[in-house]
């Protein structure tokens, strides 16, 4: 079994399109830039439109790119922003979609496991202090990839295979 059929398989529960508040695209080609693997999901027919449409969608991936920034933080640190993006709300900081934050930590792992080493990208600026007490909301700095009031993006690129996350809500 393929890296990437193995992530799909582990991440079954979060791949539905159905879930409102967050998509992720599993890929095998990491040579693929991570603009290119984050357009891809913004642009998606099934991705919904946030409360302020932008006069031009999607946007091109010039415009992904010019947001994203590799991350460097530790993959304990990578692991909680994954943990949030997939069971908190973006707006509201509320437990949201099939799985809770100790459910989803050791197969969030495992997923990482499985990507081995990776580089991570993403839209938000975080502030150290967001890993101190666990917040991901206040002081965060975000440069927008869909018309969502908030958006969070982390995209991950390993040596045989991609993880694209895209938390949105709206306020």
Not at 20 to 33: N, Y
Not at 89 to 96: G, I
Not at 113 to 141: I, K, M, Q, Y
Not at 156 to 163: F, R
Request: charged share 20%; aromatic share 8%; proline share 8%.
């Amino acid at each position: 079994m393929t890296t990437a059929l193995e992530l799909r398989r582990l991440l079954a529960p979060l791949l539905s399109t159905s879930e409102c508040h967050l998509r992720i695209a599993v890929g095998d080609d990491p040579l693929v830039s991570p603009a290119h693997l984050l357009h891809a999901v913004v642009s998606a027919p099934d991705m919904p439109r946030g409360n302020f449409p932008a006069q031009s969608w999607p946007p091109t991936v010039e415009q992904v790119d010019k947001g994203l920034e590799p991350l460097v933080h530790s993959d304990d640190q990578i692991l909680a922003l994954l943990v949030a993006a997939c069971t908190e709300d973006l707006a509201y900081a509320v437990q949201v979609g099939p799985w809770t934050s100790d459910a989803a930590q050791p197969l969030l792992r495992q997923a990482m496991h499985l990507l081995g080493r990776a580089d991570w990208w993403s839209n938000c600026t975080l502030p150290s202090s967001c890993f101190d007490d666990g917040d991901f909301f206040d002081g965060v700095e975000r440069d927008p990839v869909t018309d969502h009031t908030f958006d969070s993006a982390l995209i991950g690129i390993g040596e045989q295979a991609t993880i694209t996350f895209l938390a949105f809500a709206e306020d």
